[in-house]
């Protein structure tokens, strides 16, 4: 993307959830023209939004500027779009990509900060940059740059412009993308690193379910667990630089914003986190989930340890048995294993010690 | 140290406070005869552990077994002693080793919990196993390994045993002591990057202050600054990166317990943490230190910030410039700049995004 395109652009961001929402105030204060449209699950947030309401996720009100559209509105909501950020939910950016397809044709780049992992029709798990450029492909749609974003960005942060930080990742061009977005409060590193950027941002969502886990154990207990949420963080990052390591990818990109960066926020709140916490306070991994799913709180770390495990299957299977935290997360998730199990993965073994 | 260290032996830990006294729980838990010595500093300290109290610092009862040593007594303390564990301040260390030299005769090594930054007698900055080991020369003692223990171990923590992954360092054989000091929760990582781990457990007490700052931020504010606290989180590890690369270490050591894991765990609580807080509460550097100090809250990263500016300029002028958070934070802290600049030095700079 050249140095010209720090002027401002029509930006169409798909998708009116939290982070959607936010992102149009940084790139109205970058001075770009920014319409939001919704999907049909956000009909009530558009309602909100329309009617002048704070965003029902993020609680903060939208820029006055920024033009609200409804599912039908597709075709108008991308009328001349140069930049398009897809900001649905990981398993929605498939149908979505697909949807947008035919009305690209202005579009320079696609900005995507959904995260996770998304398997293609042959149940093939996907990082979600290649799912959007399969899509666009399969709906006969030119070829357009994916932008991801990663690192630290709390949706309910970014939309009232408490400092932060993200990280534009993409194969070229990153640093123009990043300038093209930075505003005062909204300051954006880059990265060449894209597929590990995804990696990081798939993947924190299940390790915080882990530092949850201890936070948990803390609130129930006499004494803090300081001491094991940080083993779990040192653990966490460990399994994610071998992962970087099996994928190609930079695992210097793990002590960045993008890993560490990322990782901490998400052990700082959030609804993963919350889950862990529910875990070590003594729920069972149903009972909290049941009763989260029944106050509307997904918890995204749950299927994506599912389908992390399945992609490891599929494309590292080298690395099967060395992540011990991520198993045992998976395990206790999915399995119904004891919580001790994520404990005594992320404390040094027997093996490492005479290694 | 060849494996048959595994058996027993008589340890002796020099120095009362809140660390020298909780390690006596694994120590004795691993199997070890442990008595532990107070300076002229800890009488008050002596005083409860031989009453039987809990230990004013930890408010743990230490095991039945810890025989408990007065200042005068050290001849005594250090009678046979096969390890000593030096646990005092790091101002204290140069001294305390001085006199501990000619009771060392059966001593197979030293353990170092003390952390920081020393001068010595030319003013010349120094990591405090070098500190040892020079006073050790000086007082005309044989040489011995000094095994430097980082990672995040919180004493409170440690001293009832939750569970902890210490990091113990050395030059040669720090698989053998790590083993020699595993419990079932206190679990030892090694690392042969002494001098690394020990420029992380200098310096992470530096950069907790930045980390409190964000928390107070949080705390005086409308909004949680969970996205900024990050940012200094990532900008913090790369900090250390530069350091450990520039001092010829392993990069590597500032992801693991070390690095991440340590300055995750000096982020969650403690003093320096907490005068970070004051001062993103809107409490000058002054103010805030003054109160602690009157409370008797020692916050180490004080003195470590400037000890770390002196270093930096002694043996690694090429990165003055190139560590903008923490020469921010001393700025903050000894000349009175405002907190902004912490802030903006964690943040993605102009020049970062067009790099």
Chains 1, 2 share one sequence.
Not at 177 to 183: E, G, L
Not at 309 to 323: A, C, D, F, K, Y
């Amino acid at each position: 993307m050249p140095s010209s395109h720090l002027k401002p652009l029509i930006v169409t961001v798909l998708g009116a959830g939290a982070m959607g929402a936010a992102i149009t105030t940084p790139l109205i204060d970058a001075g770009h023209r920014v319409r939001l449209w919704g999907t049909h699950l956000d009909d009530h947030l558009i309602d909100a939004v329309q009617a002048g309401q704070p965003h029902p996720r993020t609680g903060a009100l939208l820029p006055e500027s920024v033009q609200a559209f409804r599912p039908g509105d597709l075709a108008a909501a991308l009328d001349g779009a140069q930049v398009v950020v897809l900001a649905v939910s990981s398993v929605g950016v498939w149908d979505v990509a697909r949807l947008a397809a035919p009305h690209l044709g202005q579009a320079q780049g696609i900005l995507l900060t959904s995260k996770g992992f998304a398997a293609d029709e042959r149940g093939s798990i996907q990082l979600l940059p290649q799912t959007v450029s399969r899509a666009l492909a399969q709906a006969g749609a030119a070829d357009l740059p994916v932008v991801a974003i990663g690192g630290p960005c709390k949706a309910n942060e970014v939309a009232v412009r408490q400092p932060t930080a993200p990280i534009f990742a993409s194969v070229e061009g990153a640093a123009d993308w990043a300038a093209w977005a930075t505003t005062a409060n909204y300051r954006v590193a880059h990265s060449a690193d894209r597929d590990g950027v995804e990696i990081c941002a798939a993947l924190k969502n299940v390790y915080a379910i882990a530092l949850g886990l201890a936070d948990g154990l803390s609130e129930a207990g006499p004494q803090p667990c300081h001491d094991l949420k940080s083993a779990i963080f040192a653990q966490s990052l460990d399994e994610l630089r071998q992962l970087l390591q099996a994928a190609d990818c930079d695992p210097w990109t793990v002590l960045g914003l993008a890993g560490a960066g990322d990782l901490e926020v998400t052990g700082l709140s959030g609804r993963n986190k919350v889950f862990g916490c529910r875990l070590g306070q003594g729920q069972s991994a149903d009972q909290a989930l049941s009763q989260m799913t029944a106050l509307e709180q997904t918890v995204e770390g749950v299927p994506a340890v599912r389908l992390a495990l399945t992609w490891l299957n599929q494309r590292h299977p080298e690395l099967i048995g060395r992540l011990p935290l991520l198993e045992a997360i998976f395990a206790v998730v999915w399995e119904g294993a004891p919580i001790e199990l994520i404990v005594a993965a992320a404390l040094p073994t027997p093996n490492s010690l005479t290694a």
